[in-house]
């Protein structure tokens, strides 16, 4: 976009390179730090109302480092989530690659800008990061489509239908959330429609115009070589039928075989003026 190459001629030094490995970063420390009860999460979750009322400004940065602290003995959990830093930083290390360090920055701060914006609409509602870094998820299956992660370590699986799945519950959550999470998805959803939503436009058009050549080379291949100036049978209709081309009338005049001898001949408009 033009917008953002101005905005990045002018303030591209201020973005943050390697944001996705920082976030996982501050993540995991925060998360080791709750469980030997070094921190409390409590203050580090974010509320709007916490913010207006009570003037904890910090929360607006460090609920972007809380994630949920598991069990001591749910090792699966510790699993599901190393998976889940691997993903953000794969996804978001390959956006940040093929964006750049500040387009990078561009979508996910509007992720982040918006859905702090849209939750003071509903003040007392507890805010949680997931949407924002969900919304890397799906700007890059939709770059990459065809990207396969192994699930399980077994299963290839295409980008583009988790994502899909991803989206449904998505749409499930929105109509049956409360207005807190539907303040949050609208959000994501609004920063994505920002970065993507041209390009998506000129995809339905291009397609469009795909659909409509193939359309006109088929009916070019169907059309039919030989018609019948008089019953108006085809070399398509009728194959078997040996159609000919009449000599004394006017232009390039075909017949079928039963009217090659037997039929009125076109005379043409200044042979009968001269008549």
Avoid at 76 to 84: E, I, K, N, P
Avoid at 198 to 207: A, C, E, L, P, W
Avoid at 251 to 275: L, M
Wanted: proline share 5%; with cysteine.
């Amino acid at each position: 976009m033009a917008f953002l190459d101005k905005l990045e001629r002018s303030f591209g030094w201020l973005a943050i390179r390697n944001l996705p490995l920082y976030l996982v970063m501050g993540q995991v420390a925060v998360l080791f730090a709750a469980m030997f009860q070094m921190i409390d999460l409590e203050r580090l979750i974010y509320a709007p109302v916490l913010v207006l009322e009570g003037g904890e400004w910090w929360r607006l940065v460090t609920f972007m480092l809380v994630v949920p602290v598991p069990p001591p003995t749910a090792i699966l959990s510790f699993v599901f989530l190393a998976f889940g830093w691997y993903l953000f930083y794969l996804m978001g290390g390959a956006l940040e690659a093929q964006w750049g360090a500040f387009r990078f920055n561009a979508f996910f701060f509007t992720s982040y800008a918006l859905t702090i914006l849209l939750t003071f609409l509903a003040p007392n509602s507890l805010v949680t990061n997931a949407f924002i870094l969900g919304s890397v998820f799906i700007a890059f299956a939709y770059l990459n489509p065809d990207f396969e992660l192994m699930m399980f370590f077994i299963l290839p699986v295409k980008i583009k239908w988790l994502a899909l799945i991803a989206c449904v519950l998505g749409g499930y959550r929105f109509i049956v959330g409360g207005v807190p999470t539907k303040l949050q998805i609208g959000a994501a959803v609004i920063a994505f429609l920002f970065f993507f939503a041209g390009d998506m436009i000129r995809t339905v058009r291009q397609g469009r115009r795909v659909a409509t050549r193939r359309a006109e080379k088929s009916a070019e291949v169907e059309k039919p070589r030989h018609v019948c100036f008089v019953c108006g049978k085809t070399d398509k209709s009728h194959p078997q039928l040996d159609f000919r081309y009449c000599s004394k009338c006017a232009g390039d005049q075909c017949y079928c075989p039963e009217h090659i001898q037997n039929h009125a001949h076109v005379v043409a408009v200044d042979d009968t003026r001269k008549d």
